[in-house]
């Protein structure tokens, strides 16, 4: 049984930093390509990066480049989401999501919730 658990999501203030995990079970993730969404209420999911099968490469959304970094441990099969100069727009429920190649099929996670408040 495929798994994939976020954890690290909370509350934080404006301007503050916080670095959301993402630890997967079941699957081969050094085969993995992997991805961060998030939603916010009332939204369509959107993605926020993703980072390639040997953590070398990675994308973000213009919406929060220069501010998150993905990376990954692929010895602990774990993906992170460094979040920093957080802002309310942030706020929203954060996956991630897995993309196996070798196998062509795609988890994901339950998500945790980010909120960003004074």
């Known amino acids: 049984q495929v798994q994939l658990v976020e954890s690290g999501g909370g509350l934080v203030q404006p301007g503050g930093s916080l670095t959301l995990s993402c630890t997967a079970d079941g699957i081969t993730f050094s085969d993995s390509h992997m991805y961060w969404f998030r939603q916010a209420p009332g939204k369509e999911p959107d993605l926020v990066g993703s980072?390639?099968?040997?953590?070398?490469?990675?994308n973000y959304a213009d919406s929060v480049k220069g501010r998150f970094t993905i990376s990954r441990d692929n010895a602990k099969s774990t993906v992170y989401l460094q979040m920093n100069k957080l802002k309310p727009d942030d706020t929203a429920v954060y996956y991630c999501?897995?993309?196996?190649?070798?196998?062509?099929?795609?988890?994901w996670g339950q998500g945790t919730q980010v909120t960003v408040s004074s």
């Open positions: 999501r897995a993309w196996v190649e070798t196998k062509k099929s795609l988890y």
């Open positions: 980072i390639n099968t040997a953590g070398e490469d990675s």
